[in-house]
């Protein structure tokens, strides 16, 4: 079954720490995305990467790092930097010319405290 | 500065009868656009595109109609049913600049039985 995956499902952390969010993919998909959703709020980009050990900032980059070391795998640090990381956080890939046909993982909830 | 608006955050419809979800976008080189469904603690998954070449796309249920000259775009669901209550995001994207794409806020369905 091809798919993403984000582990995960919901995570608690004490304010201070950083935290990293798995994202898996197998559909073979060059490009992978982190959206953030707050209530109320619609999607908001945080990272992005097109192709391995490549990757841009988003609309709300700031407190967050990602990394691109495989295909498959995008994960998301959320440093203690971020002002307010609790937040819904979503996973998405790609065909790379085709980024507006996103594939959504199921999403990793993150409480800090 | 929000490209993509969606001014309802919620709306509620009788089973069976016909729901009409709203966007409005304010960028004009948009020409690709998307509704996408989420439940609760999920990931959105993709519902229906149109590109802008067209004004209407049909999909079982699901109709899309695009207005490119007063920038809206609107989502029929015919009939209703009580599993299409969850939230729908419009999203839409500039095909080749990017690869983002721009997501309203959202308005949740509540299907009344």
């Known amino acids: 079954d091809g798919g993403i995956t984000q582990s995960p499902k919901y995570l608690f952390r004490k304010e201070g720490q950083n935290v990293t969010l798995s994202c898996e993919q197998n559909?073979?998909?060059?490009?992978m995305y982190w959206y953030r959703q707050d209530p109320g709020q619609g999607l908001r980009l945080i990272y992005y990467?097109?192709?391995?050990?490549?990757?841009q900032k988003g609309d709300i980059a700031e407190g967050y790092s990602v990394s691109r070391e495989k295909k498959e795998s995008f994960p998301l640090t959320v440093t203690s930097a971020q002002k307010n990381p609790t937040a819904f956080y979503l996973c998405?890939?790609?065909?790379?010319?085709?980024?507006?046909?996103?594939?959504f993982g199921p999403g990793t909830r993150l409480t800090v405290t | 500065d929000q490209q993509v608006k969606q001014n309802s955050p919620s709306l509620s419809v009788q089973e069976g009868r016909i729901s009409i979800l709203n966007c409005d976008y304010t960028?004009?080189?948009?020409?690709?656009f998307l509704w996408y469904k989420k439940y609760p603690a999920e990931g959105p998954t993709f519902l229906i595109s149109?590109?802008?070449?067209?004004d209407k796309n049909e999909d079982g249920r699901f109709t899309v109609f695009l207005n490119k000259s007063a920038k809206h775009l609107s989502l029929h669901i015919v009939p209703s049913q009580p599993g299409d209550s969850a939230v729908y995001f419009c999203?839409?994207?500039?095909?080749?600049?990017?690869?983002?794409?721009?997501f309203g806020k959202g308005t949740r369905l509540h299907i009344l039985p």
């Open positions: 998405a890939s790609s065909i790379l010319d085709r980024a507006y046909e996103q594939y």
């Open positions: 559909l073979n998909h060059d490009a």
């Open positions: 990467s097109q192709i391995v050990n490549d990757f």
């Open positions: 960028n004009s080189m948009f020409d690709y």
């Open positions: 149109i590109s802008s070449i067209k």
């Open positions: 999203a839409a994207s500039v095909a080749g600049r990017d690869d983002k794409i721009i």
